[in-house]
């Protein structure tokens, strides 16, 4: 049986990725879908889709932080237009991480998030 570990979680076999893949996906995709995959994951526990959940909350927070920055003209919107390209890539990579069933940090920041939220 194949398994996956990275530096602050368990260890996740397969048929557990198979299960927590939905969950993992639905964070993925807007606020609302984080939201839901938060609640989904809060009986079942699946260490693969509290992963994803992690990285998705990172970028959320993120974007917030850049929807801040924005606000400041000029130079504000220089790094929010930057960074809205960042994070879509960054978004874009982890969907994919999910979709294929990997759990590895999503470029960047991913590291970040998993020191940052590893008590969730």
Do not use: R
């Not at 260890?11 to 606020?31: F, H, M, P, Q, W």
């Amino acid at each position: 049986m194949e398994t996956t570990e990275t530096k602050t979680s368990k260890v996740v076999t397969n048929s557990e990725i198979a299960d927590g893949k939905s969950i993992a996906i639905i964070a993925y995709l807007t606020i609302i879908g984080l939201l839901i995959a938060f609640i989904m994951n809060g009986d079942k526990k699946n260490e693969f889709a509290k992963y994803h959940i992690c990285q998705s909350l990172g970028l959320a927070l993120t974007s917030l932080a850049l929807g801040v920055i924005g606000m400041i003209p000029i130079l504000g919107w220089l790094v929010s237009v930057i960074g809205f390209f960042v994070i879509v890539f960054m978004w874009i990579s982890g969907l994919m991480n999910a979709v294929n069933e990997k759990q590895k940090p999503i470029p960047i920041l991913g590291n970040k998030y998993e020191e940052w939220f590893q008590n969730l």
